[in-house]
């Protein structure tokens, strides 16, 4: 036992450094199986997460049994374990757009590696392989410069005239895939937004959170607490935040809107807050 789980920390490390045209992953299940085991799905989890910075093109997904059984129930069982993992792909933010391809591959024949045990080389092969592709970087070649419209931020948008049913966006306020934290350069900025509503005691509002690439409009699972409410831990998180910053709480509430509203760019811009103003004093 302590050898394969060597061995599997060795094709871990090797396939996710190893290329730096794809990134690659396996996930190893038991005999007869297709749940992911609580191991293996740890591994996996922070597989994803690191690729949270990563403009992705394409993910594929293979599934594969040993050599033992009869192709019929190989190949049915290899298809099983690729969409286990694509489940948790979907459960944790990763759109399934970007999933090419989920293939049970059936079995696959008996590796040639320095291994004498049978039953460890078998354990090798019962197992998906996930191939994430990033898009090409594009080289920036100096371009005339447009006239644009210079956009207020967030702190300028709630300093300005508000009236009730406006929303703004916090776009600067990115959070990590399956999480209700934000990132340490999205806290200086929240920062700034806490300032602003404290200066800006006229108006009460409610703050939304939101998900990304769910099925069927359910909410993401927060990877934290292991609960299906991501979206309004986020609300909760920078609900707190202001209020830890001196915004009083009356002024406030919060909510999780699930996937209901996606923006329909880039899949990561759906793992936002933004505030409704539901009341302005002294609205003419």
Same mark, same amino acid.
């Given at each position: 036992?302590?050898? !394969?789980?060597?061995?599997? !920390?060795?094709?871990?490390?090797?396939?996710?450094?190893?290329?730096?045209?794809?990134?690659?992953?396996?996930?190893?299940?038991?005999?007869? *199986?297709?749940? =992911?085991?609580?191991?293996?799905? #740890?591994?996996?989890?922070?597989?994803?997460?690191? +690729?949270?910075?990563?403009?992705?093109?394409?993910?594929? @997904?293979?599934?594969?049994?040993?050599?033992?059984?009869?192709?019929?129930?190989?190949?049915?069982?290899?298809?099983?374990?690729?969409?286990?993992?694509?489940?948790?792909?979907?459960?944790?933010?990763?759109?399934?757009?970007?999933?090419?391809? =989920?293939? /049970?591959?059936?079995?696959?024949?008996?590796? @040639?590696?320095?291994?004498?045990? +049978?039953?460890?080389?078998?354990? !090798?092969?019962?197992?998906?392989?996930?191939?994430?592709?990033?898009?090409?970087?594009?080289?920036?070649?100096?371009?005339?410069?447009?006239?644009?419209?210079?956009?207020?931020?967030?702190?300028?948008?709630?300093?300005?005239?508000?009236? =009730?049913?406006?929303?703004?966006?916090?776009? #600067?306020?990115?959070? &990590?895939?399956?999480?209700?934290?934000?990132?340490?350069?999205?806290?200086?900025? !929240?920062? *700034?937004?806490?300032?602003?509503?404290?200066?800006?005691?006229?108006?009460?509002?409610?703050?939304?959170?939101?998900?990304?690439?769910?099925?069927?409009?359910?909410?993401?699972?927060?990877?934290?607490?292991?609960?299906?409410? +991501?979206?309004?831990?986020?609300? *909760?998180?920078?609900?707190?935040?202001?209020? &830890?910053?001196?915004?009083? *709480?009356?002024?406030?509430?919060?909510? /999780?809107?699930?996937?209901?509203?996606?923006?329909?760019?880039?899949?990561?811009?759906?793992?936002?807050?933004?505030?409704?103003?539901?009341?302005? /004093? #002294?609205? #003419?």
């Amino acid at each position: 036992m302590h050898t !394969l789980f060597r061995i599997i !920390l060795i094709v871990f490390c090797f396939s996710t450094a190893s290329s730096q045209s794809k990134l690659t992953h396996d996930v190893y299940f038991d005999t007869d *199986k297709y749940d =992911v085991p609580p191991t293996e799905e #740890n591994r996996l989890l922070l597989f994803i997460s690191n +690729l949270a910075d990563i403009d992705i093109e394409s993910i594929s @997904i293979y599934g594969f049994c040993d050599d033992v059984g009869a192709d019929d129930y190989n190949q049915k069982l290899s298809q099983q374990r690729a969409d286990a993992i694509k489940s948790i792909f979907s459960n944790n933010e990763i759109s399934e757009s970007l999933i090419s391809n =989920v293939d /049970g591959k059936g079995k696959i024949l008996l590796k @040639i590696i320095n291994e004498k045990n +049978l039953l460890k080389i078998r354990g !090798l092969n019962r197992k998906v392989e996930i191939i994430v592709k990033p898009k090409p970087q594009i080289v920036e070649t100096e371009q005339p410069i447009a006239k644009t419209v210079e956009k207020k931020d967030v702190p300028e948008q709630i300093k300005s005239h508000l009236k =009730v049913g406006d929303k703004i966006l916090f776009e #600067n306020i990115l959070f &990590k895939t399956g999480y209700a934290t934000v990132t340490p350069d999205s806290k200086k900025t !929240l920062a *700034k937004i806490a300032e602003a509503l404290v200066e800006r005691d006229d108006i009460y509002f409610t703050i939304q959170g939101h998900v990304c690439c769910t099925k069927f409009s359910r909410d993401a699972i927060n990877r934290k607490t292991k609960k299906r409410n +991501l979206s309004e831990a986020r609300a *909760k998180y920078v609900y707190n935040y202001f209020a &830890k910053k001196g915004v009083n *709480k009356k002024r406030m509430r919060y909510m /999780g809107m699930r996937r209901k509203f996606p923006l329909g760019g880039d899949p990561k811009f759906d793992r936002r807050v933004e505030i409704l103003i539901t009341y302005v /004093g #002294n609205e #003419n």
